[in-house]
Structure formats: structure tokens, C-alpha cells
């Protein structure tokens, strides 16, 4: 009885520390949607920090003074375009380094997660500036493909080594070419590898800054960098960069509710295997 | 045809994603190497020109070079060792019976997944020297206030501290996934045998842990060295050079310099030491996973 007390006391003491570290983690999130419904003046007096009267001007005006439409679209595209293409590429190659082991393409494609995007900044800005792509979304498109593209293959090998080879067999015994025994019995089976590539490759480019900074212009602009402009206007609006913080923020944060398995899956998987 | 496909289907798949990565990674790795040998301002009037050694020769007479070089290990290192230690604290509290767990482990999400610009903006507001959050949490402690970002002194502890906070869950996180994993007959054994629960910590949750933190350090070491968004967005560097890693010292001597050349060379450097690194982690780790 004496025990079982003590383990309750623990588990609740547990409970306790976990929600209040929690809390501490979160307190930056809460800061941010708290200064975007202040205006200017409610963040500059620091005597009233949580009693104020909220208001949506600084959500109004993101959209309305900042254009911000149209950077959710570039960032939007860009995001799908270059998870849609990292797939295309990507599935065949991870199935088929998983299929006949392919060490050394394994390595290629380990080495292009590690590689700093920052060694080959030069080279793409003289590139797509020669090929009058700057300011493109072909270019932004290629760019998050070297992030997506990877990352995809290197969450789907260690899934496609999973199934078994019968499976394939099988489907060829039935008169399937390969590509036709991946198309229509592999894929349809690898949905859960597919959803964790895929979410993460997404959030990957909705993200991505350093790439868009070269390479995006005022045609393809994309949020990162339409919130970062926020830096450059002689008085910092607080307000208005809060609310397009909580504007960039809010679709990750969706998805990770409704996904959060998928994602811990994806950032965590590779470490734990080993 | 399709029985050629068939055939050739080894090479065939991966096709098409080695040559996106030989044409967008290492083609232009091969033409920063290049341009590391050449002098040249990306002015379409004058070619590059070649000066043999010369950039790397000044880039390793420069001090500012050799001041990032360690500004960049420092960064690493430290807020590496931290979110280390908190990380796996944080698992170990973690690994019980934690109501709303699958919310629990969402919202710790947030920090690495939310847009690193974003968060790192807001960073700055908290940071603010009048109106930030940081300093007021401080004058309430009735301790002296902070210039945080805009101190030569206190800028990196405080981008550590970002990225203590962005990082530390995804550690909590990987090893919590390890922690499941783990076979339960030792715990047994050592319960039987009267161990204390440090003595079954040190002596057999982490030794059995060992692969799962190797592969966590790799990942953070690389990505940490890496580290851009974060101090672009909110120091850029400053104030004056005192948060300029490699990273960021390449950026601006490339795009805002055009210093093409003695960036290139940077950036050869850069790209040797992380290559090296995570070489030699992964063969550490391998060591290590062959001695269990």
C-alpha cells in the first residue's frame, strides 16, 4: 500500500516536471501570438505585458500592406512542386538502393544531407542567373529538391528493406513487370514511409530560407524571406512580424497535430535504427 | 523494352536522382573548387583569374577567418554538450506514465519544426533590450538587465540558449524512442541484485543506449556546424563579427564582398571539416556499435 502510494507521489511529480518544462518550451509560441494581437504602442509599454485589448490590425494589414497572399502561394508551390518531383525521383531510387543494396549510392545521397547548402550557393546564384532563372520557381523548385529529394530517399530506403521480397515476386509471377509490381503493389503498401517522407520534405522547403534568399525575387518570394524583409523597415513593426510569424507557423503546427506520429517517426527514425 | 527496363532496373531507378545530385550538388561543388583558385568579383567584364593558392593563403593569414573558425567549434560544441545532457534528462522523465503524452510530444515538435526565421525573429523581440521579455524576467529577479543579441559578450550564450531550445526535444525524442526499444532482463537482473536506479542508469541504460546517443550527436554535430537561419536572421553575424561563423563569414564575403574567390576557398575549408566530421563520427560509432 505504502509502495503503490509512493509510486503514485512519483508519477505525479513526473507529470508535474514534464508539463512545466513543456510549458517553459512553449513560452516563446505563446510570446509570439500574444505581441500579434498588440499594436505598436501595447508592445513598447512594458508595465501592461498580459492585460491589453486585443486587436486583428496587425493580421489585417499583413495581408493587405504586405501582400502576404501571395507569399503563402510561392511558399506553397514550391513546397509541393519540389516534394511532388523529390517523390518522382526519389521512390525508384531509395526501392532500388534498398532492392540490390546499393551501398555507394546509400553514401552519395547520406553525403547530400550533410553537404552545407551554403558550398554550392555561388556556383547555382552564377548558374541560374546565367540561365535567367533567378526569381523563378523552376529555381526554388530545384533548389528545396536537393532537400526534399534526399531526405526522401533516406527515410524510405530502411522502409522499402522492411516489406518483404515476396511480395514483389509474386506480383511478377502474375506477369507484373518490376515497375509494374512497384507501381501497383509496393506504393500502395509503403503509404505510412511515403506520408512521413513526404510531410517532412514539405515542411522542409515551407521552411527553407537560405536557398530562397539567392535565388527568390519579388515574383517567388516565400514567407521565410517576406518575414525576414520585416528586419529592413527603420522601425521594427513587432506586430505585424509576430502575426507573420504566427501566419508561417500555423499550417506546421496543423499538421503536426494531426501528424505528430509520422513526423517523430521521420526526425527520429534513422538515429534509433542505428 | 519493357524487358530491357526490366533488366536494367538497378541502375535504371536511381538514375534519374544521381543525376539531379550530380548536376544541382556535385557539379557546383567542382566549380566552387574552381572559383577557390581564381580571383573574381562575379563581374560579367572581368574573368576569374587564376591565383593558384593565393585565397587560401589569405584566407589562413585572416583573423577574422580564424576567429570564425572558433566561433563556429564553440557554437557547436557547447550547445551540442547541453542539449545532450537536457535531452536525455528530458527522455528519462519522459518514460513514464505522462497523461496526454501524444499532445506532450506534439507541442515539444514545435520548436524544431516551426520556421527557424520565424522563431528566430521572435527570439529577438524576447531578447530586446527595452521591451523584451528577457530583460523584464530579469528586473523582476531584480537582477541587472542584459543587452543579450546586441553584446559582444553575451551574443553566443544567447544563440546557444536559441538553439538549446530549438534542439533539446528532438534529442528527448530520439532517445525516448530508444528507450522502448531496450531489452527489459537487465533491469531484472539488477533490480533482483539491489542496484540503485543511478547505478542502473549509468551502468545499463546508457551503455545499452550508446548507438541510439552516438547517432544523435552525429546529427546535431553536423547540423549545428551548419547552423545559418537562426544567426542570419537575428545577429547576422553581430554585433561586429562576434557571432560570425564559417557559415555566415562565407555568406557575407560571397554575396555581400563578392569576394568570389577567398569565399570559394572558405567554403572548401567548411565543406572539408564537416565531410571529415561526419566521417569520423560514423566510423566512432560504428566502433562502438561493434564492441555491444
Known amino acids: 500500500m505504502n509502495k503503490q502510494k509512493k509510486m503514485a507521489v512519483k508519477t505525479i511529480l513526473t507529470n508535474i516536471s514534464v508539463y512545466l518544462i513543456l510549458f517553459i518550451f512553449i513560452l516563446p509560441f505563446l510570446w509570439m501570438i500574444l505581441a500579434s494581437f498588440k499594436n505598436q504602442q501595447q508592445i513598447l509599454d512594458t508595465s501592461n505585458l498580459f492585460v491589453f485589448t486585443p486587436n486583428f490590425e496587425n493580421y489585417v494589414s499583413v495581408f493587405t500592406q504586405y501582400a502576404f497572399m501571395d507569399f503563402i502561394v510561392n511558399s506553397f508551390l514550391v513546397a509541393a512542386a519540389s516534394t511532388f518531383f523529390g517523390l518522382l525521383l526519389g521512390l525508384p531510387a531509395a526501392y532500388a538502393i534498398a532492392k540490390y543494396k546499393q551501398s555507394g549510392l546509400g553514401l552519395l545521397i547520406l553525403i547530400a544531407r550533410i553537404v552545407p547548402g551554403i558550398s554550392f550557393l555561388i556556383p547555382w546564384f552564377i548558374i541560374f542567373s546565367r540561365l535567367e532563372l533567378i526569381d523563378t520557381y523552376t529555381a526554388l523548385t530545384l533548389s528545396h529538391m536537393l532537400v526534399t529529394m534526399p531526405f526522401i530517399i533516406w527515410v524510405m530506403i530502411p522502409f522499402f528493406e522492411s516489406l518483404p521480397g515476396e511480395l514483389e515476386e509474386s506480383a511478377r509471377i502474375d506477369g507484373c513487370t518490376t515497375t509494374g509490381a512497384f507501381i501497383r503493389v509496393i506504393l500502395p503498401i509503403s503509404g505510412p514511409g511515403i506520408v512521413t517522407a513526404s510531410i517532412l520534405a514539405f515542411i522542409f522547403s515551407w521552411n527553407n530560407f537560405m536557398f530562397s534568399l539567392i535565388l527568390a525575387g519579388e515574383q517567388t518570394k516565400t514567407l521565410p524571406i517576406a518575414i525576414f524583409n520585416f528586419l529592413s523597415y527603420s522601425e521594427i513593426n513587432w506586430g505585424g512580424l509576430m502575426a507573420a510569424s504566427v501566419i508561417i507557423t500555423l499550417p506546421v503546427l496543423i499538421i503536426a497535430l494531426f501528424m505528430q506520429r509520422f513526423i517523430i517517426a521521420g526526425l527520429t527514425g534513422g538515429a534509433v535504427k542505428g | ?292
Open chain 2, 1 to 292: 523494352m519493357s524487358y530491357w527496363i526490366d533488366k536494367h532496373i538497378k541502375w535504371i531507378y536511381p538514375l534519374p536522382a544521381v543525376l539531379f545530385v550530380g548536376l544541382m550538388m556535385v557539379f557546383p561543388i567542382g566549380y566552387t573548387f574552381w572559383l577557390s583558385f581564381h580571383e573574381w568579383s562575379m563581374s560579367n567584364v572581368t574573368p576569374p583569374l587564376w591565383v593558384a593558392l593565393e585565397n587560401y593563403k589569405a584566407l589562413f593569414q585572416d583573423e577574422l577567418f580564424r576567429e570564425s573558425l572558433w566561433i563556429t567549434f564553440y557554437f557547436t560544441v557547447v550547445a551540442v554538450a547541453i542539449q545532450m545532457v537536457l535531452g536525455i534528462l528530458l527522455a528519462l522523465l519522459m518514460n513514464a506514465q505522462i497523461i496526454g503524452k501524444g499532445l506532450v510530444k506534439t507541442l515539444f515538435l514545435l520548436p524544431m519544426i516551426a520556421t527557424p526565421v520565424a522563431v528566430g525573429l521572435v527570439w529577438v523581440l524576447i531578447y530586446e533590450p527595452n521591451v523584451g521579455v528577457a530583460n523584464i524576467f530579469l528586473q523582476a529577479l531584480g537582477l541587472p538587465v542584459q543587452e543579450w543579441l546586441a553584446s559582444p559578450d553575451l551574443v553566443l550564450p544567447s544563440l546557444i540558449l536559441i538553439d538549446v531550445w530549438e534542439w533539446t526535444p528532438l534529442i528527448a525524442l530520439i532517445v525516448l524512442a530508444g528507450l522502448v526499444t531496450l531489452p527489459k532482463d537487465p533491469y531484472e537482473a539488477a533490480i533482483v541484485d539491489g542496484a540503485s536506479r543511478w547505478q542502473v542508469f549509468w551502468n545499463i541504460t546508457l551503455p545499452l543506449l550508446k548507438p541510439t546517443i552516438y547517432s544523435a550527436v552525429l546529427l546535431r554535430l553536423i547540423d549545428a556546424l551548419k547552423t545559418f537561419d537562426i544567426i542570419y536572421a537575428t545577429t547576422n553575424g553581430g554585433p561586429g563579427t562576434s557571432s560570425q561563423t564559417l557559415n555566415i563569414y562565407g555568406y557575407v564575403l560571397g554575396f555581400q564582398y563578392f569576394q568570389i574567390g577567398k569565399a570559394s576557398a572558405l567554403l572548401m575549408v567548411f565543406f572539408a571539416i564537416v565531410l571529415s566530421l561526419s566521417i569520423l563520427v560514423i566510423v566512432l560509432r560504428k566502433k562502438a556499435g561493434a564492441s555491444l
